[in-house]
């Protein structure tokens, strides 16, 4: 797995071992079809028409960062900068276009509001079956469950369809779902900002106690005083490409002043 | 222009074995969800298929006077419509099941085969409980099974192969092209009436026969009714041509879902 000349390699030891995440010019490319041909006889007008008008669009381009075990990164950027796709690629549910991508370690993702949660089910019924696709075991669920449901307040709530919760209810159990178990990385998408101030404080406490156990944690956040107080380092994404990269309050100060101007 | 390939490595990947219990948890949300709300609950598994056998039994014994040789048309009915509701309803779920839960593979990393192979798994129930159903059926009509009723157990496999190689095909193609779904609802309207549920074997011509049997779940439908009724173990000639159909549907299902499965977060 030694990729020669990528990394510098300190003397003695696993030259990579305290990297968790290297990614090496990512890109991604997704094909705009402004109307994309689901079915055959649009498929065929296509051919007729000389292929469908695809524009090649670059969500991503020659991104590369690592990330230190146990540091937290941060990722802001505006709206369609690239920041969730870069998120879906590190958590691996979308494959990237070009470059090289490592990540050493087990994932706990928190990607968007009640990822996965089916509306007509409890908060419970909803938690093991998020167990099961977090790969948290039986006996660890049943043993954090309880926790898990205080550390949401949703102890009057977790009988309840979902689909009755409001977004802080969701939040607060996804994010106590997705941090009931130790995983070597954590990816945070956009999420911290919708539960009350109480929650939020909450939330970084166990962020942080999290970061000194050695866990690596990314975090894209418009919440930009999250991403200043939490994180060590940060990238700014500008239209797929960095645009800075750099110790978090330098990168976060820079996005907002030009973001103000 | 000319892309270096990608080079991506996660070092804790898992295999589609040790999620496992994702895959039965997600079978067990597929049935609750199919019966929430609804008074008979899983009754209706039991329910819908002896409706649908009185309908067929009334119609083509007193009305139509179909003569029934072997078996009680009703047995003989129910005999082969528990397969078919089996493979028919198995792939409709797995198609759908991709296409219907992309807000689980944009948000978690998983094999995403689970989803289709959960919804096969949930309708394994119906037949399970079909399959006492039609026990129940035999001693109410007084046909008792043959001794060599246990030649009908390998035949579950090759009706499950068939099931999984053309749930994960269809599943894969749907999120490309929804034409398939409609393609999959008029082969199952024909394919009722080409696989022998409502006649036996027996009474289809000779000379294509061979070409019925091509068919996994005719072969198996046949098969079985011989190993139950009949008291014969099917003969291979019988059976060999619809199990190497279903060999060859699973690898093309396989294949095509593996291919195409790194697409799906990017085309739905």
Known sequence: ?261 | MSVPAPVVIFTHRKTLWQYRRLLLALAGRDIRARYRQSFLGVYWSVLNPLLQTAVYAVVLTKVLHVPSETVPFAVLYFSGVMYWNFFTTAVTGAMGSVTTQVNLLEKHRFPIAVLPLASIVARSLDFAISAVVLVVLCSWYGVALAPTAWAALPLLVVAGAAAVGAGLLTAGLHTLYRDVGHLVNLSFTLGFFLTPIIYDVVAFPPRYRFWLLLNPVAATIHGTRLALFAGTVPPLEDVLPGTLVAIAVLVIGVASFRRLQATFTEVL
């Not at chain 1, 065929?44 to 670059?58: H, K, N, Q, S, Y």
């Not at chain 1, 920041?83 to 276009?97: M, N, R």
């Not at chain 1, 009931?180 to 539960?195: F, Q």
């Open chain 1, 1 to 261: 797995m030694n990729a020669p000349g990528v990394l510098s390699s300190p003397p003695g030891g696993d030259p990579e071992a305290d990297v968790a995440i290297a990614a090496h010019h990512l890109g991604k490319r997704f094909s705009l079809r402004h109307e994309r041909p689901t079915t055959l006889s649009q498929e065929l007008l296509g051919v007729f028409r000389g292929g469908p008008a695809t524009e090649p669009f670059w969500a991503l381009d020659d991104v590369s960062f690592s990330v230190i075990r146990g540091r937290a990164l941060g990722i802001v950027g505006r709206n369609g900068s690239g920041k969730s796709s870069l998120l879906k690629i590190l958590a691996g549910t979308l494959a990237p276009t070009t470059g090289t991508l490592v990540v050493r370690g087990t994932i706990s993702t928190m990607l968007q509001l009640g990822a996965g949660f089916h509306p007509e089910f409890t908060g419970r019924n909803n938690v093991h079956l998020s167990a099961a696709l977090l790969d948290i075991p039986e006996a660890t669920l049943r043993r954090e469950f309880d926790g898990m449901v205080a550390f949401a307040e949703l102890e009057r709530f977790i009988d309840v369809p979902v689909k009755y919760y409001s977004a802080g209810m969701l939040a607060r159990l996804g994010f106590a779902l997705s941090t009931a178990v130790r995983e070597d990385i954590l990816l945070i998408d956009e999420v911290l900002g919708v539960g009350d101030l109480a929650f939020q404080r909450k939330c970084e406490a166990r962020m942080r106690a999290l970061l000194t156990s050695g866990v690596t944690v990314v975090i894209v956040s418009h919440d930009v005083e999250a991403v200043r107080s939490l994180c060590d380092e940060a990238i700014w994404l500008d239209r797929g490409r960095i645009r800075a990269a750099g110790p978090a309050e330098v990168v976060v100060d820079a996005y907002c002043a030009a973001s103000a101007g």
